[in-house]
């Protein structure tokens, strides 16, 4: 039978672990209790989407294992210094050179993109704050695989003259999915929105699911868009939800190194007190007060101890104290043979920094490089050190082609399908859509002497 074991907050950085048998054993840590008991959240292996939450009147779909996956993510990319980075770049490698309407077109037997440009469907993007969409659309989608999309639709639909007239983004940490039993994301109905960080009955509101079929059914309505993951039914999980460990090792590395300058992680001095000191004091103590028991005798002895300790530590460390001294005084200890000396040592302990600096260097180097395999972009385009030297030009160059090719399909079709759907509904007899158009980049040695970067500088 495993014994109940439990994590006890003292104070703000400093821990406990009670095990019954063994006893109380007391540490301290740079982080919270309450940062490691939401950040061991991703390691359980329970299937959240198996039973509903209730929130206000309505079942919803919990998404994460305390129906709080986005603000954790938030949480731990806020304290990482690499992984956003990456994601804005992989954001603006997907964008390009930004949004443009299109046709497909079979040419010689090959199937491409005309780009073109129709004043009818730029004139109602223009009504609306679409390149806002685009941008929310694209970092919701490359943080969490999937976006909530609200539409508005007009009143012109009661006469015959529907029209969608705008759509907006709605942050994954503000919406949720309906519960339906079927365990089928095609089966639910609603879309829960409210402040899930703080969600109250009064800020939750329910939007039918958007109809695709129907369009203009529902003055306001609402979709979800995602990758699916695997063995997951409803929400999907971000790509580099494996590389969280890494991240957050990642994370660690600085807090470590601050610790440890700060001289908060070790001890740097090992000081031997005389016993015979000690015995001196509490000797002098019962002279000086006759009437005090022993155990109050105890507590000055204490009190003694601490000051003194307090005195030591204040000159031995800090930045300020170099030069500073302490004196002792040695002593031929009475109760012995007379010729035992009775000293006191203050030796420094060899913390081996150097090694321990190396090897968290070691760590953050590998958790570089894992970090940025997770979030599937390649080192040369996240301006990643990879031993020691940046990748070449050329490097970079084949990354690019090879993410171009097999990196922005999917993400595109999902950002970009409600948006088209929209355009399909507004303008049937148009064969238009939305894409993120990309200039195609050249080695400088396929440019003629002029074209070249170096010539143009």
Same mark, same amino acid.
């Given at each position: 039978?495993?014994?109940?074991?439990?994590?006890?907050?003292?104070?703000?950085?400093?821990?406990?672990?009670?095990?019954?048998?063994?006893?109380?054993?007391?540490?301290?840590?740079?982080?919270?209790?309450?940062?490691?008991? =939401?950040?061991?959240?991703?390691?359980?292996?329970?299937?959240?989407?198996?039973?509903?939450?209730?929130?206000?009147?309505?079942?919803?779909?919990?998404?994460?294992?305390?129906?709080?996956?986005?603000?954790?993510?938030?949480?731990?990319?806020?304290?990482?210094?690499?992984?956003?980075?990456?994601?804005?770049?992989?954001?603006?490698?997907?964008?390009?050179?930004?949004?443009?309407?299109?046709?497909?077109?079979?040419?010689?037997?090959?199937?491409?993109?005309?780009?073109?440009?129709?004043?009818?469907?730029?004139? #109602?993007?223009?009504?609306?704050?679409?390149?806002?969409?685009?941008?929310?659309?694209?970092?919701?989608?490359?943080?969490?695989?999937?976006?909530?999309?609200?539409?508005?639709?007009?009143?012109?639909?009661?006469?015959?003259?529907?029209?969608?007239?705008?759509?907006?983004?709605?942050?994954?940490?503000?919406?949720?999915?309906?519960?339906?039993?079927?365990?089928?994301?095609?089966?639910?109905?609603?879309?829960?929105?409210?402040?899930?960080?703080?969600?109250?009955?009064?800020?939750?509101?329910?939007?039918?699911?958007?109809?695709?079929?129907?369009?203009?059914?529902?003055?306001?309505?609402?979709?979800?868009?995602?990758?699916?993951?695997?063995?997951?039914?409803?929400?999907?999980?971000?790509?580099?939800?494996?590389?969280?460990? #890494?991240?957050?090792?990642?994370?660690?590395?600085?807090?470590?190194?601050?610790?440890?300058?700060?001289?908060?992680?070790?001890?740097?001095?090992?000081?031997?007190?005389?016993?015979?000191?000690?015995?001196?004091?509490?000797?002098?103590?019962?002279?000086?007060?006759?009437?005090?028991?022993?155990?109050?005798?105890?507590?000055?002895?204490?009190?003694?101890?601490?000051?003194?300790?307090?005195?030591?530590?204040?000159?031995?460390?800090?930045?300020?104290?170099?030069?500073?001294?302490?004196?002792?005084?040695?002593?031929?200890?009475?109760?012995?043979?007379?010729?035992?000396?009775?000293?006191?040592?203050?030796?420094?302990?060899?913390?081996?920094?150097?090694?321990?600096?190396?090897?968290?260097? =070691?760590?953050?180097?590998?958790?570089?490089?894992?970090?940025?395999?997770?979030?599937?972009?390649?080192?040369?385009?996240?301006?990643?050190?990879?031993?020691?030297?940046?990748?070449?030009?050329?490097?970079?160059?084949?990354?690019?082609?090879?993410?171009?090719?097999?990196?922005? =399909?999917?993400?595109?079709?999902?950002?970009?399908?409600?948006?088209?759907?929209?355009?399909?509904?507004?303008?049937?007899?148009?064969?238009?859509?939305?894409?993120?158009?990309?200039?195609?980049?050249?080695?400088?040695?396929?440019?003629?002497?002029?074209?070249?970067?170096?010539?143009?500088?």
């Amino acid at each position: 039978m495993k014994e109940n074991i439990n994590f006890v907050e003292i104070s703000k950085e400093k821990r406990a672990i009670i095990m019954p048998k063994e006893g109380i054993f007391t540490f301290d840590t740079g982080i919270s209790l309450h940062q490691y008991q =939401t950040n061991s959240v991703f390691y359980a292996r329970k299937n959240f989407e198996l039973m509903p939450q209730s929130v206000g009147k309505y079942k919803i779909i919990p998404f994460g294992q305390n129906n709080d996956l986005p603000e954790v993510i938030r949480e731990i990319m806020e304290n990482n210094n690499l992984a956003p980075g990456i994601l804005n770049r992989e954001i603006g490698l997907l964008m390009g050179d930004g949004p443009q309407l299109y046709e497909l077109k079979f040419i010689d037997g090959k199937l491409e993109r005309e780009y073109l440009y129709d004043a009818e469907v730029w004139n #109602w993007l223009s009504e609306w704050n679409f390149r806002r969409f685009v941008e929310m659309a694209c970092v919701e989608y490359k943080y969490m695989n999937g976006i909530f999309v609200r539409q508005t639709r007009n009143k012109g639909a009661r006469i015959g003259k529907g029209k969608i007239q705008e759509l907006e983004v709605v942050p994954n940490k503000n919406a949720r999915l309906e519960w339906t039993d079927s365990q089928r994301l095609e089966d639910v109905e609603g879309i829960i929105t409210g402040n899930f960080d703080n969600i109250t009955a009064q800020n939750i509101v329910r939007y039918n699911i958007f109809d695709t079929k129907n369009p203009m059914y529902g003055k306001i309505t609402m979709s979800y868009h995602n990758t699916y993951t695997f063995a997951y039914n409803f929400y999907s999980l971000p790509s580099y939800y494996g590389a969280l460990r #890494w991240i957050m090792l990642n994370s660690d590395v600085p807090q470590i190194l601050k610790y440890m300058n700060e001289n908060s992680i070790t001890a740097a001095y090992h000081i031997h007190i005389p016993e015979g000191y000690w015995k001196d004091k509490k000797q002098k103590l019962e002279r000086q007060f006759p009437e005090k028991r022993d155990d109050e005798i105890e507590t000055i002895l204490d009190k003694i101890q601490e000051d003194l300790c307090a005195k030591i530590k204040e000159v031995l460390s800090g930045k300020k104290n170099a030069g500073k001294f302490i004196t002792t005084v040695d002593f031929i200890d009475p109760f012995g043979d007379g010729k035992t000396v009775q000293s006191w040592k203050i030796e420094p302990i060899d913390q081996k920094i150097k090694d321990f600096v190396e090897m968290q260097k =070691t760590i953050a180097e590998q958790s570089n490089s894992a970090t940025t395999s997770g979030m599937n972009l390649h080192p040369s385009l996240s301006s990643i050190v990879v031993n020691g030297k940046l990748a070449s030009g050329s490097e970079m160059l084949y990354a690019f082609k090879l993410y171009l090719a097999t990196d922005t =399909t999917i993400p595109e079709e999902v950002i970009f399908e409600n948006l088209n759907q929209c355009i399909k509904a507004n303008f049937p007899n148009k064969k238009l859509k939305m894409g993120f158009y990309h200039s195609i980049v050249k080695s400088e040695d396929s440019l003629t002497s002029s074209a070249r970067m170096k010539n143009n500088i």
